[in-house]
């Protein structure tokens, strides 16, 4: 058998001319992989909420493969080999919005994006707490917001803009002896605080106020947790909050409503439309 398996091999990478559908069916698909394989740069898709940032790249890498005639029992070891491509500042499951790829040597490029600014919309609820800092976790706290005020809450946002301090969630994508912390949590390991370090905010605005939900406009700089902010937030007003809804409307260059592509869009013509090159 693997003496056919070269020959077919061979006979497909012959030309393209005078041959079968089948085998120019062949050739087309060689040339998208090819292709595929030769794109350097950036940019960006569409993240749903409910899927991880890796489930979501490794989605967009099997569709674009699929696109190429790639198919193997073994995608992720497949994927790895034939196509180089990562992401740009993970989003949580539960958020939204743009999510930077990189393809090729535009992976060398990531670590821009993961200290560059990027603005989030976020509904936050007050009277709730939970273990997570966002609506997927357990509710561990429940107290009364009604003495806090539209007025209240605009105050207490001026001291959580510009260079501040902050403790990353417990549940996040830091990593403790090379495991996330929030995959240790969930093995039921004991996982400690990170210290708190400097972040920037460049813009924070209370855009809607309906207790117990409200909605902020958030521009940040690498590093930041916008769940962290909205539990600080809730206990700086003698109560407590967590993120109801979070959607990543710009990372660097890249803006929701301009550049992202959405699934339907996943696919080598339309990426090359989008791509900014290195």
């Known amino acids: 058998s693997s003496s056919s398996s070269s020959s077919s091999s061979s006979s497909s990478s012959m030309k393209c001319n005078d041959t079968s559908d089948d085998e120019t069916r062949v050739c087309g698909n060689m040339s998208t992989l090819a292709k595929l394989q030769s794109l350097n740069g950036l940019f960006a898709i569409y993240k749903k909420q409910g899927p991880t940032s890796a489930d979501v790249l490794n989605t967009l890498k099997e569709t674009l493969l699929k696109e190429a005639g790639e198919h193997n029992p073994n995608p992720r070891k497949r994927r790895k080999q034939s196509l180089k491509m990562g992401h740009g500042g993970t989003l949580d499951s539960a958020a939204s919005g743009v999510l930077v790829i990189g393809v090729?040597?535009?992976?060398?490029?990531?670590?821009t994006m993961?200290?560059?600014s990027k603005k989030y919309v976020a509904v936050g609820e007050l009277g709730k707490a939970t273990d997570t800092l966002d609506a997927t976790g357990s509710v561990t706290l429940?107290?009364?917001?009604?003495?806090?005020?539209?007025l209240d809450m605009e105050e207490k946002l001026k001291s959580f803009t510009g260079d501040i301090m902050q403790v990353p969630p417990l549940y996040s994508a830091l990593k403790k002896d090379g495991q996330r912390l929030s995959v240790l949590l969930k093995k039921g390991h004991k996982v400690e605080a990170k210290p708190a370090r400097p972040v920037t905010v460049n813009n924070?605005?209370?855009?809607?106020?309906?207790?117990?939900?409200?909605?902020?406009?958030?521009?940040c700089g690498g590093g930041f947790y916008v769940r962290s902010l909205v539990d600080d937030l809730?206990?700086?007003?003698?109560s407590c909050a967590h993120v109801k809804e979070l959607i990543r409307t710009k990372q660097g260059q890249f803006t929701l409503e301009?550049?992202?592509?959405?699934e339907e869009h996943w696919t080598l013509e339309h990426i090359l439309q989008a791509l900014q090159p290195c």
């Open 104 to 111: 090729g040597n535009g992976t060398k490029m990531l670590s």
């Open 114 to 116: 993961l200290t560059g």
């Open 142 to 150: 429940e107290k009364d917001f009604g003495h806090i005020t539209r």
């Open 204 to 219: 924070l605005s209370l855009q809607e106020f309906k207790p117990p939900l409200f909605t902020l406009d958030i521009e």
């Open 234 to 238: 809730g206990k700086a007003l003698s």
């Open 258 to 262: 301009e550049h992202t592509l959405h």
